[in-house]
Structure formats: structure tokens, C-alpha cells
């Protein structure tokens, strides 16, 4: 990648598929943005840009580097593969690029004090990934007819959706009287059945019929 490009990518400001950091102070905060990025639809970590969009550029980019690519290495499970590039600005300072693909073997985790916390992109945030959407990563690699009966919970979450327009899983829960195992359970099966389609948010996902 050329510095123009980097400088174009940078103009275009933070998003979906792209994520800016000035240095890796905290790398295993950082790998979060890579995991959301692998778990999500890919993207672009740009170490050396200011939140604004400047290429400042970072002194001593290879040690950057170097303790970025350790964190991926030690904290993502399972393995998960990158392209780095780097562009000098100047002989003390430098930029990285981190291109991440939507990854073949997600959902990935970041490993963490013994727990294992799964994260994708919301807009130019990473947030954590709920049980609906890690269950969702995990089934969609292998995409199988999914078989179900329109029973009387599906009825009340149709009839739910056509009142509201949305509805949470809490939601459906409680008007259906169900255990949030069984109403997480109908909601992912739908969604992947796509009857039904999931929006992650920060709070608390929410589901609408797929147009």
C-alpha cells in the first residue's frame, strides 16, 4: 500500500472497515478492533493516524509492529490471518497497515483472564458479540436447511414484530412467557432460516423481519 492510499483510507474517517490508532499502548485492547473486523465483513487498522484522520505518523513503527503482532498472535483464537504493510513517512516515523479479512474460521476470541469474549463491528465501534450473534458466526460457516415449526412461540413473535417492527430477545421472552435459553433459540434459528435479521447494538441486539 502506497502513502497515498493510506492518506485516502485515512480521509475517508473511521467506519465499518476501517480503524485508526496514533500507537499500540494497549495492544489487547487493539486486538478487538481486529477481531470485529474478522468476525463482521473485514477491514483496515491504520497504526500512525490520529482520530481525526492525520497521518502524524508513528516513531520507532517497527516496535509497533512488532507488539501488535505479538498481541494477534497470543490473544485471537483460533489463528487468524492478516496482511501487514508499512510506509515510512520521514527516517524517524512510519505507518502500519493491518488488512483483515472476513475471516473462513470465525467467530474469534480474544483470550483474556481465562474467558474467551467474541466481538464484531457496530458502525466505527467494536462491541462485544452477544450468545445470539457468536451462536449465529458459528452456525453460518456451515449452512444447512433449517427445518421448524410455526408453533405458538413463532406466532407470537410474528405477531410481536408486526405491533412493533422489532423486538429484542428479552422482549419475546417475556411476552411469550419463555426461558431466554428457548427465546434466544427461536430467534437465531430464524435468523438463520432468514426469516429474520439481527442488528447488533452496543445495549441490546434487536430483530426485524428480513425484507
Known sequence: MTLQEVKFL????????IEFKKKVAFPEKIVREVIAFANTAGGTLLIGVDDDGTVSGQRYIEEEIYVMEKAIQ????????YEM???KLNEKKGVAVFKIPFSENRPHFLKENNKKQSYIRVADRSVQASREIWEILRREKNPKDIIFKYGKKEEILMKLLGEQGRV????????????????SKTLVRLVLAN????HPQESEDYFTLKE
Open 195 to 198: 426469516v429474520l435479521k439481527i
Open 10 to 17: 485515512a480521509s475517508q474517517g473511521e467506519g465499518l472497515k
Open 168 to 183: 429484542t430477545m428479552k422482549e419475546y421472552a417475556k411476552a411469550g412467557k419463555l426461558p431466554y435459553f428457548l427465546a
Open 85 to 87: 504493510s508499512s510506509i
Open 74 to 81: 497470543e490473544l485471537i483464537f483460533p489463528v487468524l490471518e
